[in-house]
């Protein structure tokens, strides 16, 4: 187990591209930290530089007390689990999670030993003489993990793992990941585009964009008070609401209605509103529009709209409900003011 510590870590390519800007952060020995973002944002660039396998053009890398910058990759001590598994198609499951320790010359007793092992823990054991081409998908990853596991790592590195599943499969193997890693206490690092994975797995969430850290912090800090816009509108599904609002004198004002205090200065400014925060009230001061109504089983999105602004509000399964003019108050507290220039949180 180790902690990392990532000091102004920059990633320029060949062709002057900046794919990371500096950025800093430490991770805590034991620590799940998901690497958060949409295509492009650089988070697999990062990963590649902690894992050794992209050059580090600027900046210091730590894995536990020692800088790795020119480390080799195998001598990092660390796993990495990809997307497409990268097994050995002609090699039956028992050899696959064997080969790394088989390398690097593991005497057969501890390898035996060691494959047992992660085989109970994944659920293998009925697998261990098959070929990856005999497995599903799910039990292919599960046998990518077993390779990482047996090496016992200081650091996981996991590439968007879950990606080639199928939506079921992939609910069930985030728990999966998850648990084993709790049991195992093994440091994290999890690249994902899938910002309910982020949530539901990480300790703590780095958001990137354009190359760049837009928050990190533990999945209530990044979902219910977001560093900017762009940390709200990526994070949750349907995303918080950003709605055109005035401030003067510290009131904040939308559609005629005052609806929370503390804003800075006067002026425009982007107020943010969960769905669930938004709630259904004959007595509420909004007056909306109910366009559709998205029926979702266990709860409904109402798609609405108040003058030129559309907005999503989040209800029960079993409120009655119906198009057409309705009226919402806010839960109080919960409303996040933006600067509508910088999109930061004020
Ligand atoms: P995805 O989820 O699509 O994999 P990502 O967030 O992991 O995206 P990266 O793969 O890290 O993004 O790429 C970050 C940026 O760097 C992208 O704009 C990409 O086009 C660019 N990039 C990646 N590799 C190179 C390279 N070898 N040379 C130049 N630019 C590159």
Not at 101 to 114: F, S
Not at 121 to 149: C, E, F, H, T, W
Not at 290 to 313: F, K, M, Y
């Amino acid at each position: 187990m180790a902690q990392v510590s990532l000091n102004a870590i920059r990633k320029l390519y060949p062709n002057g591209f900046e794919a990371v800007t500096p950025s800093s952060f430490h991770i805590d020995d034991g620590e799940f930290v998901v690497l958060v973002g949409p295509s492009g944002c650089g988070k697999s660039t990062l990963l590649r530089m902690i894992a050794g396998l992209e050059d580090i053009t600027e900046g210091t890398l730590h894995i536990g007390d020692r800088e790795v910058n020119n480390v080799d990759p195998a001598d990092r001590d660390i796993a990495m689990v990809f997307q497409n598994y990268a097994l050995y198609p002609h090699m039956t499951v028992r050899k696959n999670i064997a080969y790394g320790l088989k390398n690097r010359k593991t005497p057969a007793a501890e390898i035996d030993r060691k494959v047992a092992e992660a085989s109970a823990l994944l659920n293998l054991d009925d697998y261990l003489d098959r070929k990856p081409s005999q497995l599903s998908g799910g039990q292919r990853q599960r046998v990518a993990m077993g390779r990482a596991i047996v090496r016992d790592p200081a650091l996981f590195l996991f590439d968007e793992p879950l990606s080639n599943l199928d939506a079921k499969l992939r609910n069930q193997m985030r728990i999966e990941i998850k648990a084993l890693q709790r049991r195992l206490g093994v440091t994290s690092i999890y690249v994902t585009h899938d910002q309910v994975e982020a949530m539901t797995m990480a300790d703590r969430i780095i958001v990137m964009n354009s190359g760049k850290i837009e928050q990190i912090g533990t999945p209530a800090e990044v979902y219910h008070s977001p560093a900017s816009t762009f940390v709200a509108a990526f994070m949750g599904a349907p995303p918080m609401n950003l709605l055109n609002a005035r401030a003067s004198g510290g009131s904040v004002r939308f559609a005629d209605t005052h609806i929370t205090d503390g804003a800075p200065a006067d002026g425009p400014v982007t107020l943010g509103i969960r769905p669930e925060d938004l709630l259904l009230d004959p007595a509420g001061p909004l007056s909306i529009t109910i366009d559709i109504i998205e029926e979702l089983g266990a709860h409904r999105l109402l798609h609405a709209s108040i003058g030129q602004e559309q907005l999503t509000v989040h209800v029960g399964k079993d409120t009655e409900v119906s198009p057409g003019p309705a009226n919402l108050s806010v839960k109080p507290g919960t409303a996040s003011l933006f600067a509508i220039e910088t999109g930061k949180r004020l």
